[in-house]
């Protein structure tokens, strides 16, 4: 089973901040992947380092559509978007999905 390690990406541009998570399997790819989606939000003078792109939890990739799994696979990861408002609990808060059985 694949594992998707998920980096939480604050970056500050064009006097917005920017907040995604960046599902990949390294650091590599999550900055080049990084840098790819801030410059297609029209910021492509910003570059993202580790500093704001941070290793912060790992999901299992059956958790994510098939289109992100499709993209995970081609790409070597995707970009999901997230509200810039900082957790209370933090920089990176884990989402924990429960399944019930009947």
Same mark, same amino acid.
């Given at each position: 089973?694949?594992?998707?390690?998920?980096?939480?990406?604050?970056?500050?541009?064009?006097?917005?901040?920017?907040?995604?998570?960046?599902?990949?399997?390294?650091?590599?790819?999550?900055?080049?992947?990084?840098?790819?989606?801030?410059?297609?939000? *029209?910021?492509?003078?910003?570059?993202?380092?580790?500093?704001?792109?941070?290793?912060?939890?790992?999901?299992?990739?059956?958790?994510?559509?098939?289109?992100?799994?499709?993209?995970?696979?081609?790409?070597?990861?995707?970009?999901?978007?997230?509200?810039?408002?900082?957790?209370?609990? *933090?920089?990176?808060?884990?989402?924990?999905?429960?399944?019930?059985?009947?």
């Amino acid at each position: 089973m694949h594992t998707v390690r998920v980096f939480d990406t604050w970056v500050k541009a064009s006097g917005r901040t920017l907040h995604f998570d960046v599902m990949t399997s390294d650091e590599a790819t999550a900055l080049r992947l990084a840098n790819e989606y801030v410059a297609s939000q *029209g910021d492509a003078a910003v570059s993202v380092t580790a500093q704001e792109c941070r290793y912060c939890h790992a999901e299992p990739l059956v958790m994510f559509s098939e289109h992100q799994q499709r993209q995970f696979h081609e790409s070597g990861g995707f970009i999901v978007p997230l509200t810039a408002q900082p957790s209370k609990h *933090g920089r990176c808060e884990s989402i924990v999905i429960t399944t019930r059985r009947a």
